[in-house]
């Protein structure tokens, strides 16, 4: 009899120590799914869904100014027909922008009447002042006042034939001309229209 006793002892330590082994066996394999669940995620970081946007990173520049570049929020780039939009609407700086008659603007006047440039444009010999005034506004107070400031800037550089064009935000008819200066025999920035016949 103590010979069968022993026996089934012997089997109760083999089982529990097989269930001791699949118990340990069940929490290492938890552990590595839990560490998966975590790592995988974290080592994907390089490729962000496009609905979610990595915050951008800091930088100092040389003159100890701290910049941010801007996030991309899913908006795609501008085409070139968009910068041929917003070049025909002279609604800012462009490739044709007189950077230094905005500069002279910028630095002589900080009014309304500034505020109210969107753009400068050197073409053909003329200095275009584009606003954002609405087309009811010809020959009123501020498109005068820009016409005789684009005149005496042409003035400062020396401009023989001085051609200054201040003209309206976009519209149904473009940016129609709210004052001007024709050329040197020209002396009011008005704009007149012909007599009808």
């Known amino acids: 009899m103590a010979s069968g006793l022993a026996r089934s002892r012997g089997r109760r330590r083999k089982k529990r120590a097989r269930s001791h082994v699949v118990e340990v066996s069940l929490g290492v394999a938890a552990f590595a799914v839990g560490a998966v669940a975590i790592a995988w995620p974290l080592s994907r970081s390089a490729s962000v869904p496009a609905h979610m946007a990595a915050a951008p990173t800091p930088m100092a520049s040389p003159a100890g100014e701290l910049t941010v570049a801007s996030v991309d929020t899913g908006k795609k780039a501008p085409t070139k027909r968009d910068e041929k939009e917003a070049e025909k609407k002279a609604s800012g700086p462009s490739k044709y922008t007189d950077t230094k ?93 012909p007599k009808p016949k």
């Open 101 to 193: 008659a905005e500069a002279y603007f910028r630095s002589r006047w900080n009014d309304k009447t500034a505020k109210r440039i969107k753009d400068i444009r050197t073409t053909g010999g003329y200095l275009r002042i584009y606003t954002n005034l609405p087309e009811s506004a010809g020959n009123s107070k501020a498109a005068i006042t820009l016409c005789k400031r684009g005149l005496e800037y042409l003035a400062e550089r020396g401009e023989p034939n001085p051609v200054v064009f201040v003209q309206s935000r976009f519209g149904e008819n473009g940016n129609p001309v709210l004052a001007n200066i024709l050329g040197p025999d020209d002396d009011d920035c008005r704009v007149t229209h």
